[in-house]
């Protein structure tokens, strides 16, 4: 059958199983645009700004597990790209992102619009492909969607002249993929499994540190016995958050700079550090040298590349990390840590970490707190980057995986509202909210349109401080409170959403804090609040950088504490 490379690309698609994607159109991506009427079981949704196409495919991707989508002309559509597309690189989130070229007689040339966009993305993707002819549209399609979601997922970017996309080639899509040169491991090797298992069975202080692979690759279960069995106390990653349920006995939430004491001393004092589908990222080890300094190191994960990367391991296990549980688990013996577990239960109780202090003010916990509240834990949570990131990973407790989607690699500011567009597109059903920072909010502030035009029911609730938060902390503690360029105003939020046709309103105290929620719940569309925090509110614990995990920080003020765990 004869198809243009637009027809092939859609066809691709379908069969691919998309049904929604991002965008902005231009001059090099218009013949596709014009062909996308044929397909109807494609959703396009116009964004206003291709960052936002980036992160609402990658917030879509995360909150169904699904290869978010996202196209973009040539030159400055494609430019504005590469920040969300990084930021999945960092966070192993499927992607696909299409973009225009120019024609192909034009390549080279510096012709209007023309960027080298491949060499641009090359270390920021899991792969790319500059297409040459339409006839290789349909195996690049189909090996750009399994490479996003096989193995380690991550971006693939896609980059098609436009004079591709009028080509006519005949095609028959291919059934079947198979690649010799990309096979990712699966099952681990079994005499690393039972070495590992050999380990646990004799440790005495265990200690599971789980990561956002255990979401990736669905090993709820599998986690579960592993730390059922051997009565193994659970911490996570921020991007780990909600793969092991914040509410189960044997959990001790986020470990690293802003993690739990508790948990942080954990590493500090476990034998045995079971890591699963995590990368030891340096917010969570801070200073690798005396990270887990009494521990042996199982590390599981699916990417080789990250063993032995940032700290030393003693038992390797590459594979897919729901296989490997399964047969870890069948190794593993019934036994109890009891000191073990009571002892940080003992540090969770000296050590609160999650309390709240005192005040007539609105104090950005409260407001995370009254949001868990009033969801019932039930909502999916999406954060822009800096305090409030941080308040709302420590102060909701996510029962559900994926439930927590936020910018952890990169630490992207402005992820967060194209990405609850993307979540709350991809679950139509669940109930989403943006916790967002004021400066985080207004780097992609212009997606509120996005919202109205597509009826998205996103409910945003701005921690609006007048600063860009995290960073004044920094100048507050490391640089004597020269706080240069950390002030920040905004606009009055309230009636930018009301100009974009969003309903909204302000919370200036803290009895204004629950109705504020509870109306937001109650609308059917999307509520913007405007909660104006205390200012100068600090997040603790915190781990200083370039210290280790042993010198943490915690809350200067505990016996004011009023809201406890
Ligand atoms: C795109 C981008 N630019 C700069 C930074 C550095 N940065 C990290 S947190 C932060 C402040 C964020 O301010 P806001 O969104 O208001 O959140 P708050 O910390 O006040 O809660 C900045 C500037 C970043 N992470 N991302
Ligand atoms: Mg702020």
């Known amino acids: 059958m004869k198809m243009t490379g637009a027809q092939i690309i859609c066809e691709a698609m379908i069969q691919e199983g998309v049904e929604v994607a991002f ?34 495919a990658d917030g879509y991707a995360r909150a169904t597990g699904k290869v978010g989508v996202c196209f973009a002309t040539s030159g400055p559509g494609a ?89 006519e080639a005949e095609v028959n899509l291919p059934a079947k993929l198979s690649m010799m040169s990309y096979k990712p ?17 004799e440790a005495r202080r265990p200690l599971i540190l789980a990561g956002r692979g255990v979401n990736i690759s669905g ?22 958050i909600g793969c092991f349920p914040e509410s189960h006995i044997l959990s001790f939430g986020m470990v690293g700079m802003h993690g739990m004491a508790y948990a942080n001393m954990a590493l500090n004092t476990t034998d045995l550090l079971i890591a699963i589908g995590m990368r030891f990222d340096d917010r969570v080890t801070s200073m690798v040298s005396s990270f887990a300094p009494k521990a042996k190191i199982i590390h599981i994960d699916i990417d080789p590349a990250e063993i032995g990367k940032n700290v030393r391991v003693d038992v390797p296990i590459v594979g897919d990390v729901k296989a490997v549980l399964k047969e870890l688990n069948k190794q593993l013996e019934s036994v109890q840590h009891v000191d073990w577990v009571n002892q940080l239960d003992n540090w969770r109780k000296e050590h609160p970490s999650t309390d709240i202090r005192d005040s007539d003010g609105v104090l950005p916990q409260y407001v995370v707190r009254k949001i868990y509240d ?44 194209p990405a609850a567009i993307g979540a709350k597109i991809g679950c139509p059903e669940d109930t989403v909210w943006c916790i967002d920072g004021d400066g985080s909010f207004q780097m992609t502030i212009q997606e509120l349109a996005t919202i109205t035009q597509e009826r998205t029911a996103v409910k945003i609730a701005i921690l609006n401080n007048g600063y860009l938060g995290m960073v004044r902390q920094w100048q507050e503690m490391f640089y004597e409170k020269r706080y240069v360029a950390t002030p920040l105003s905004g606009p009055d939020f309230v009636k930018i959403a009301e100009a974009y046709g969003i309903p909204a309103v302000r919370a200036e105290r803290r009895e204004d804090v629950i109705p504020a929620v509870e109306q937001a719940m109650a609308e059917e569309g999307p509520y913007l609040i405007d909660f104006r925090v205390e200012p100068e509110e600090n997040v603790y614990p915190m781990v200083p950088p370039g210290a280790s995990l042993s010198e943490q920080l915690e809350a200067p003020v505990k016996e004011e504490a009023i809201w406890q765990q």
């Open 23 to 56: 965008g902005i159109l231009g001059g090099s991506v218009l013949p596709f645009y014009d062909t996308l009427p044929q397909y109807p079981q494609l959703r396009h949704v116009l964004v206003r700004h291709e960052q936002g196409a980036a992160h609402a």
């Open 79 to 167: 430019t504005n790209l590469v920040t969300g597309i990084a930021n999945a690189h960092l966070d192993s989130v499927p992607m696909v992102a299409i973009t225009g070229q120019v024609s192909r007689p034009f390549i080279g040339k510096d012709a209007f619009q023309e960027v080298d966009i491949t060499g641009i993305t090359l270390p920021i993707t899991k792969h790319n492909y500059l297409v040459t002819d339409a006839a290789s549209l349909p195996k690049i399609v189909r090996e750009a969607f399994h490479i996003a979601r096989t193995g380690r997922p991550g971006p693939v970017h896609i980059d098609v002249p436009k004079d591709v996309f009028t080509e």
């Open 185 to 201: 491991t699966l099952q681990g090797h079994p005499a690393q499994i039972k070495k590992a298992s050999r380990l646990i069975n």
């Open 219 to 240: 090993a709820y279960d599998g986690l579960k016995k592993l730390a059922e069995t051997a009565q193994i106390p659970v911490v996570t990653t921020l991007l780990g």
């Open 374 to 417: 009033i969801t019932k834990g039930q909502a999916t949570i999406v954060t822009g980057v800096g305090q409030h990131q941080m308040w709302a990973a420590q102060h909701y407790w996510y029962d559900k995986p994926n439930t927590l989607i936020s910018s952890g690699g990169l630490g992207t500011m402005g992820f967060g509202l």
